[in-house]
């Protein structure tokens, strides 16, 4: 399955939704721009909801650090709704569990921005 990328507004929060392999060149790319896209346009906070993420590889990690960082320069957040088992397990190996924050619960989700 490739990578498909839907995004909402809720309040001042962009919802980024995310199926499939964000992995290899092709998914981690397209969604590094989807996220570098919203946060030039000024939607600074944004909820990356993967609990259809099949893989994440180092590129996809990649991504999702970059909007975080360059996110924050700007005062905004990136955090995570529902990530899959295997994006759970990423993070936690890669301990980057302690540094991006995720939910399970989208209302928590919303009200932490």
Excluded: W
Excluded at 12 to 39: F, H, N, P, W
Excluded at 74 to 91: A, D, E, F, H, W
């Amino acid at each position: 399955m490739s990578i498909e990328i839907g995004e909402r507004t809720a309040g001042t929060v962009t919802v980024v939704t995310v199926k499939g392999r964000v992995a290899y060149e092709e998914g981690s790319r397209q969604l590094d721009e989807r996220l570098q896209r919203l946060i030039v346009e000024g939607r600074i906070n944004v909820l990356v909801e993967c609990s259809e993420v099949d893989t994440l590889d180092s590129q996809g990690i990649s991504a999702l650090i970059r909007a975080l960082i360059t996110a924050g320069r700007q005062g905004g957040k990136v955090k995570l709704l529902r990530p899959s088992v295997r994006v759970r397990r990423v993070l936690q190996v890669t301990r980057l569990n302690t540094v991006i924050e995720a939910f399970e619960d989208e209302k928590e989700a919303l009200a932490s921005f």
